[in-house]
């Protein structure tokens, strides 16, 4: 029997949604806009409000790789001085509600000591978390 070459590795959808997914927040950063309040989109300002922990730098990063990825779109409503971006999910983003509820509750059964601690201080949703 011989070994998956890199290509085969590559070719798994696994590692592919591993690879978009898989960056530190992203999956937080998709969590806050499945939101039904954030239907509408957010604003950078108020995605950083609810993800406060990411640095202004790295939420940019990862809002780029997201919007490359298909994930969310990036809105500028060009007719406001200055002009405003809204960031939403995708269909493609919004598809990933059901994999992030099923990954919660894999946490809540699976995560440990955080999950605990985190129960203990009332919160329900991982989101709300700053662990």
Known sequence: MTG??????ERCPVFAASRILGKRWSILIIQVLLRPEAIIGMRFNDLHKELSWISPKVLTQRLRELQ?????SRD???SSIPPKV?????????????????????GMKHGGRVV??????GFEHCHECQH
């Open 68 to 72: 490359e990825s298909g994930i969310i």
């Open 4 to 9: 998956r070459t890199k290509e085969d590795v």
């Open 76 to 78: 500028v409503d060009a």
């Open 86 to 106: 809204w960031y939403t999910l995708t269909e493609k983003g919004r598809d990933l509600g059901p994999t992030l509820e099923t990954m919660q509750a894999w």
């Open 116 to 121: 605990a601690v985190c129960l203990s201080k």
